[in-house]
């Protein structure tokens, strides 16, 4: 079936505003990643879903920070009151399992004003 | 924590030479490992990872791999650039007593010469 799939593909947003990144993650896939990449540097882990246990939040920056995953489908990263320092891309990922090949989206690109 | 450390931001070479792009991890246990691939305007690929077994790992577009566990690292080469090899390559590590989290190095843009 189609890949992974993100949207927005592209989001600007004033200081202080809330964002919504979504991800459609690779039907069947039970295992998805957020990361985020700021210009210039790696992936930095934020989040991992797997299954229906209890996500894997330990490398979200902030409390402004949460995300959700609908059983083993859709899942959103929210941004609460964003900063200026929250600028980068937001990727997202699906896999068959915990540490199988994981799977891309093309990425939300976001800029906060 | 783990680290990744790709050596050289930025990698030059000529179309027909050998591409070597370098990849050390921190951990004393050793990791699984992975390179994707970012070509412009898309989303990461798999390129290659080694888990267990043989320590030459080959992957799509003739890359392959060598885990060293004695210099902790996961150099990627082929053995001859083409043009359409330019991209930015990223190295990645996750922990085999958890799986959950990955680790990328901060990436490696190639660019091929004609």
């Known amino acids: 079936g189609a890949g992974v799939s993100q949207s927005p593909s592209n989001k600007v947003t004033e200081k202080g505003k809330d964002v919504e990144l979504r991800c459609d993650p690779i039907?069947?896939?039970?295992?998805l990643y957020w990361y985020r990449q700021r210009l210039g540097q790696g992936l930095e882990f934020l989040i991992y879903?797997?299954?229906?246990?209890?996500?894997?939040k330990s490398g979200l920056p902030s409390d402004r920070f949460s995300a959700e995953r609908t059983g083993e489908s859709v899942s959103t990263l929210t941004i609460q009151r964003t900063q200026q320092e929250d600028s980068a891309v937001y990727l997202c990922?699906?896999?068959?399992?915990?540490?199988?090949?994981?799977?891309f989206g093309p990425g939300t690109r976001l800029l906060v004003l | 924590a783990q680290s990744v450390t790709q050596l050289g931001s930025h990698v030059s070479v000529s179309e027909g030479a050998l591409v070597l792009l370098r990849c050390n991890y921190s951990?004393?246990?050793?990791?699984?490992l992975f390179w994707y691939v970012q070509y412009p305007n898309q989303g990461l690929q798999l390129l290659l990872k080694?888990?267990?077994?043989?320590?030459l790992v080959k992957g799509i577009n003739g890359f392959e791999a060598e885990f060293k566990k004695s210099e902790t690292s996961f150099h990627l080469t082929k053995p001859s650039a083409h043009m359409s090899d330019a991209a930015e390559y990223f190295c990645?590590?996750?922990?085999?007593?958890?799986?959950?989290?990955?680790?990328f190095g901060s990436g490696t843009k190639l660019n091929v010469k004609p």
């Open positions: 080694y888990t267990t077994g043989a320590t």
């Open positions: 879903f797997q299954g229906n246990s209890a996500p894997d």
């Open positions: 990922a699906s896999g068959a399992g915990a540490g199988e090949t994981q799977y």
């Open positions: 039907s069947g896939h039970t295992a």
């Open positions: 990645a590590v996750s922990e085999r007593s958890n799986f959950n989290k990955f680790y």
């Open positions: 951990s004393s246990v050793p990791p699984y």
